[in-house]
C-alpha cells in the first residue's frame, strides 16, 4: 500500500512510538509485508530466522525487534514488537469506513454497466464500462473492476486475507490493506471469492473465465486467458501464468508457480511449481503421463501379488 505522500522516518518512529537509526528525513512511501516489498516500503520482521530475509530485502525501511547493524541504503525503526507496530500502520492509513448505502457515494462505475438489486459496492470502488453485476455480490472498499467484467450472484471480492500470527494468548490477525484488481473481459462465476491482497494486490488478469465456487487467496496473480473449474482453491502469493487451465476441485498450495500452458486435472493437488506447457494430475500433481503408468501398474499389483504367493506355494 502506498501512502499519498511519502513520510519521513522521524514521523513514523514517532506514530509508531519507535527509535530510529538513519536519517530523520529518511523518505518511507509505502508499507508492504516481505513477500511484495518493493524501494520505498517499510516493512516488519520479529523473529531471528527472517532477519536476513527482511534486512536484504527491496525495502528500505524496517521495523525490527533487536538492535542490529543497518544495511547501507536503508533505514532501521527499533520496536517490541514489530508486527503490532505495523498493524498500527496500517490501521492509521487504511481504517474500516462503515458503509452508508448498497452503493457507495464514493464508487466510481462506468457507462453501460448494470448493477443488479442486493448487491453491495463498497467505498472507493471502480467499475468499468459494460459491466455486469448480478444479485448479491458483495465488493468491498478499494476493488478495480475493468472493462466487460460479468461476475455472478453471490461472489464476494475483497474479504481480508487469511493472515494470522500465532501468540501464547491466540491468535493476532494481520489487517489487510491490499486490493483486489480485476482487468477487463474477465467472468467470475457464482458463490466464488476473492480476497484482497495483505498489503498489496490480487490480480485477475484479461481475458479469464472462473467457474462457480472458486476460491482465490491474497497476493494472488492469475494471468491472461485462464481458465478456472469449480471448485478451485487457490492459496495465497500464488502466480498462475498465461493460460493455464485448472479443472475442477484442484487444490493449489501457497507461494508456488503454475507455468504458461499447464493443464492440471480435476482433483488435483499441486504443492510445487510446475513447468510451462505440459499436463499435470494427481496428489500431488505429476505429469499425466507418469501418473497414468504409475496407476497402470498399481493395478497389475494384486496379480502380481497372487502369482508370487504361488510360487512360493
Partial sequence: MKFTKPLKLSEVAAMIDATFEGDPDFLVSGLNEIHMVEPGDITFVDHPKYYDKALNSKATTVIINKKVERPEGKALLFHEKPFDAFISLINRFRPFEPAIQNISPTATIGEGTVIQPGSFIGNHVQIGKNCLIHSNVSIYDHCIIGNNVVI???????????YFQRRPEGYKKFVSCGNVIIKDNVEIGALCTIDRGVTGDTIIDQGTKMDNHCQ??????????????????IAGVTHIEDDVILWGRVAVNKDLVIGKG????ATS?????????????GVPAEDVRKKWRELAALRQLPELIRTQKKKEE
Fill in 216 to 233: 482465490v487467496g491474497h497476493d494472488t496473480y492469475i494471468g491472461k486467458n485462464c481458465l478456472i473449474g469449480s471448485h478451485a482453491a
Fill in 262 to 265: 499447464a493443464v492440471v486435472l
Fill in 269 to 281: 493437488g499441486v504443492d510445487k511449481t510446475l513447468e510451462a506447457g505440459r499436463t499435470y494430475f
Fill in 152 to 162: 455472478h450472484a453471490n461472489s464476494v471480492l475483497g474479504a481480508d486475507a487469511y
